[in-house]
C-alpha cells in the first residue's frame, strides 16, 4: 500500500511541477483541459465499456451502489448540520456542502484500486462513481450548487447526465454483460489500449489541479469540518453500510478505500459554474489529496 500511495504521489507531483514551469509553453491550466477533456470522451468511456463488459456484475453492484451512496447522503446532511452553525456566506456553505459529500472516486480511487486489486478493482471504481456518486452530483449536487450559487442558471439534472460519456459507456458495457455477449480478443485489446492510457493522465490532471497557495491555516480551519467529514466520516459510514450489507474480503476494503478518497476535484467546476465559493473547496480538495496520502494507508491497515 505504501508503495502505490508514493508513486501515485509522485505522479501527482508532476501535475503540481507543470503548475510552475509550464513545460512546452503549456499553462497547467491548459494542458489540464486538453488532458482531461481526452480521458472524458475518450479514454475513460474505453476503460468503462472494457471493464464493465466483462466484471462479474451481480447483487454485489447493488450492493456498492447503495454503500456509496450512503456515503454522500450521510455526508452531505452531516455537512448541512455543521455548516449551519458555521459563519460563512451561502457561497461558502454550498461550496462546503460539495466538498465535504463528493470523493475523488474516479481520478484518485480508480487508480489507487486498479494497483491494489487489479480488474477487480477498477470494477468497483467504476461501479461506485458511476452508478453513485456521478448520478447524484449530477441531479442533487447540482441542484444544491444552485441554490446555494449566485448564478442564475435552469437546471436540468436528466439532461446533465445523459451528457456524460462515461456514463453511456457504463450502461453500455453493462447491458452487453447482462445479455451475456462476449467480449471480442480484438475489442478488449482495443479497449483496453486506450484505457491504459486513463490512470496516468488522471494523476497527472490531479496534480495540476492543487491550489497550494490556498494552504494558509485562515482557510484550512474554515474547511476542517469539511476534510474530517469527507475523510472520516465517509469512510466509516461506508464501512457500516458494506458491514450491515454483508459485503466482506477485497470487495468490503476497495469500497471502504473508495470513499477515504480525497474531495472530488470535478466540483471545481460547479463552483464556477454557478457561483460559489470556489476558493474554500479548492482548499478541501487541494489539503484532502495531500491528506489522503496518510490516511488511506491507515484505512488499509484498519481494513485488512
Known sequence: MVSVIAQMAFTIGLGVLWRYFGFGGWTAERARGALTTAVYYVFL?????????????????????????????????????V???????????????????FPNATYMGLPLLASLFGDEGRAIAIQYDLF????LLLSLGILLAARFGTHQETIHPLKS?????????????????????????????????????????MLIALGMS?????????????VSPALSIQLVLMPLAVLLMVT????????????????????????LVLCDRFGLDTE?????????????????PLWHHFLI
Open 132 to 135: 453513485a456518486c456521478t448520478p
Open 244 to 267: 450491515a450489507l454483508g459485503l466482506s474480503g477485497d470487495t468490503r476494503i476497495a469500497v471502504v478505500l473508495e470513499a477515504a478518497t480525497p474531495t472530488m476535484v470535478l466540483g
Open 280 to 296: 474554500m473547496y479548492a482548499t478541501t480538495a487541494t489539503a484532502s489529496t495531500l491528506l489522503v496520502l496518510l490516511t488511506l
Open 45 to 81: 468511456p474505453a476503460l468503462v465499456l472494457a471493464v464493465l463488459w466483462r466484471a462479474p456484475l451481480g447483487v454485489d453492484t447493488v450492493k456498492i451502489a447503495l454503500a456509496a451512496a450512503t456515503g454522500v447522503l450521510v455526508s452531505m446532511a452531516a455537512m448541512a448540520v
Open 210 to 222: 492543487l491550489r497550494l497557495a490556498t494552504l494558509t491555516p485562515k482557510h484550512l480551519l474554515k
Open 83 to 101: 455548516g449551519r452553525w458555521m459563519h460563512v456566506s451561502r457561497g461558502q456553505y454550498g461550496a462546503l456542502l460539495l466538498a465535504a459529500s
Open 161 to 201: 447526465l445523459l451528457k456524460v460519456p462515461p456514463l453511456w459507456a457504463a450502461v453500455i458495457g453493462t447491458l452487453l454483460n447482462l445479455v451475456g455477449v462476449s467480449q471480442p480478443d480484438w475489442a478488449g485489446a482495443f479497449l483496453d489500449r486506450l484505457g491504459a492510457a486513463v490512470v496516468p493522465i
